[in-house]
């Protein structure tokens, strides 16, 4: 018969000792908070993503926004500026027909035409000159009839609106005093001539605005336009000529600033000047107009 085993032998493992249990529950621990840390970092990044996703949507519908608006923008400026053509041809034909009525015309340039006898008389001798373009003997005309500058006033851009080039008419016309006096030894007469300028600056700007889109565009050619920069510029220049702003005219000066809103050349850098300009001749009372126009009205003091 086979031996019973000692029952005192080795027969099982020996057990874990408790310094070996809790080294494994650390280890556990640890494991579960690093997954806590990863799955708290790896969520963090999710919201972030999500947050940068919604932000790039937001500017996409922006973008697409804006995209639609300008689009919107062009298609109207195409459309107005087919209207704008049809009236401008509109126009060409009614100055060519006034210039047809008014070619037996006879008119006195050496004293500046003669009399008229009423508004219709005044307006066929005003568009005489302007369908023949002839800006020397509308310059003459109008500074002969100072007397009647409220009925001029109320015929001059019907006239003008004959012109082929309203734009280069007037800046012809008022060349002789404007930007530099052409005749320095009479100075303080020319001075006086500034409110024929401003008329005719004035008497301008309904002509030349898009008849669709209004001030916002300017139916001024871009030649004449440069030009219009280039005199306010030889005007600026001139000013330490004059002995600075404090010794230029209020004429002078209010035909500068009404050059600037009729072509509309302001720029932003030179507002300081228009600034002391308007305050230097703050008792006119076509000013506080003109300081609005030139957007000082939130820098007067």
């Known amino acids: ?15 874990p000792s408790f310094d070996e249990f809790q080294r494994q529950t650390s280890l556990m621990t640890s494991c579960t908070l690093l997954w806590k840390e990863l799955s708290d970092h790896f969520s963090s990044l999710e919201q972030n993503l999500q947050k940068k996703s919604e932000a790039l949507k937001r500017k996409i519908n922006n973008l697409d926004t804006q995209t639609k608006e300008s689009l ?5 400026r195409e459309v107005t500026i087919d ?26 340039d050496a004293d500046g035409g003669g009399e008229v006898d009423d508004a219709e008389g005044l307006l066929l001798k005003l568009l005489s000159y302007c369908t023949r373009m002839d800006a020397e003997g509308f310059w003459r005309f109008v500074t002969a009839r100072k007397k009647d500058l409220d009925a001029v006033r109320a015929q001059m851009p019907l006239a003008l609106a004959g012109c082929v080039d309203p734009a280069r008419f007037v800046l012809e016309a008022i060349s002789e ?14 001075n006086d001539l500034g409110w024929a300028c401003v008329l005719m600056l004035e008497s301008l700007i309904p002509v030349v605005i898009d008849p ?3 001030n916002s565009r300017l139916l001024v050619t871009p030649s004449m336009k440069e030009r219009a920069k280039e005199i306010a510029e030889t005007w600026k220049a001139s000013l330490d000529q004059r002995g600075g702003i404090e010794n230029v005219k209020t004429p002078d000066v209010h035909t500068f600033l009404q050059h600037l809103i009729t072509f509309g050349i302001v720029k932003k850098e030179d507002v300081d000047l228009y600034r002391k300009l308007v305050v230097g001749s703050a008792w006119r009372k076509q000013m506080p107009k003109l300081a609005v126009s030139l957007g000082l009205g939130d820098k007067m003091p």
């Open 212 to 214: 669709i889109l209004g």
């Open 1 to 15: 018969m086979g031996s019973i085993g000692d029952p005192s032998g080795e027969l099982t493992q020996p057990l």
């Open 83 to 108: 209207g704008s053509v049809s009236i401008a041809l509109g126009k060409v034909q009614e100055r060519k027909e006034a210039a047809l009525n008014t070619l037996g015309e006879e008119i006195d």
């Open 177 to 190: 005093v404007f930007p530099v006096h052409k005749r320095a030894e009479k100075s303080d007469g020319v």
């Open 72 to 76: 919107q923008i062009l298609e109207k």
